[in-house]
């Protein structure tokens, strides 16, 4: 339905070029225009780059338009597609593959400390842009258990200052990574791997696993 002020352009134009519109009086000011638009033709065939448009012709014809997507249409589905991207899987995937001595570098790709939750023996996060691990297992946080406050429950992952005793891991998820520290009879080892499950000196003298200071 279209409204067109008496005797405007629009009017006028409305009066010759559609021999079927009825017009009829609204209010004294406005004639209202009615009439059965057309039906368009099948929509034609496109591409992934095109986009088909009905356009309604001067004399009251639809015909389609081809043309090219523009920029922002063709990055309407990637746009989609990453809102639906699983953020926190992915950060987890990548944190894993941190090295502990970047650990803080990349602090944003941990989860964020959270007050009441059971946290896991060796679980990782992040406080105030410093990454953490659990000390004990069975640990539910507390509001006045900040991670930088109690270091018999948490204990910052690349503090140089404190370098750790090889601890057999027990499976991927606590596995040594490139660039982890640890001491091992005496000797201080870097692991020269990703998911380094081996003992340090296990390798020598090739040390392809882990390399002595």
Do not use: C
């Not at 009251?60 to 997507?69: D, L």
């Not at 691990?133 to 910052?156: F, G, L």
């Not at 503090?159 to 001491?183: C, M, Y």
């Amino acid at each position: 339905m279209k409204k067109y002020a008496v005797n405007t352009p629009d009017y006028i134009a409305a009066l010759s070029q559609y021999s079927k519109m009825i017009l009829t009086p609204t209010f004294g000011l406005f004639y209202e225009a009615a009439e059965a638009l057309p039906t368009p033709p099948p929509m034609p065939s496109v591409t992934d780059l095109q986009v088909a448009e009905a356009v309604l012709n001067d004399n009251g014809q639809y015909f389609w338009s081809i043309r090219a997507k523009t920029a922002d249409e063709l990055n309407a589905a990637a746009d989609e597609a990453e809102a639906d991207l699983p953020v926190a899987a992915i950060k987890d995937l990548l944190s894993k593959q941190v090295p502990t001595a970047e650990a803080d570098k990349f602090a944003t790709l941990f989860p964020a400390y959270r007050v009441g939750k059971a946290y896991a023996k060796d679980e990782r996060f992040q406080h105030n842009g410093v990454v953490y691990e659990v000390i004990n297992p069975k640990h539910t946080s507390q509001a006045d258990w900040k991670p930088d406050q109690v270091p018999s429950e948490y204990r910052r992952v690349n503090n140089p200052a404190v370098i750790l005793e090889w601890v057999q891991p027990t499976g991927s998820h606590n596995a040594f990574k490139i660039g982890d520290v640890r001491t091992w009879k005496g000797q201080t080892w870097t692991s020269q791997i990703n998911a380094n499950t081996t003992v340090p000196d296990g390798d020598v003298p090739f040390n392809r696993y882990w390399k002595p200071a």
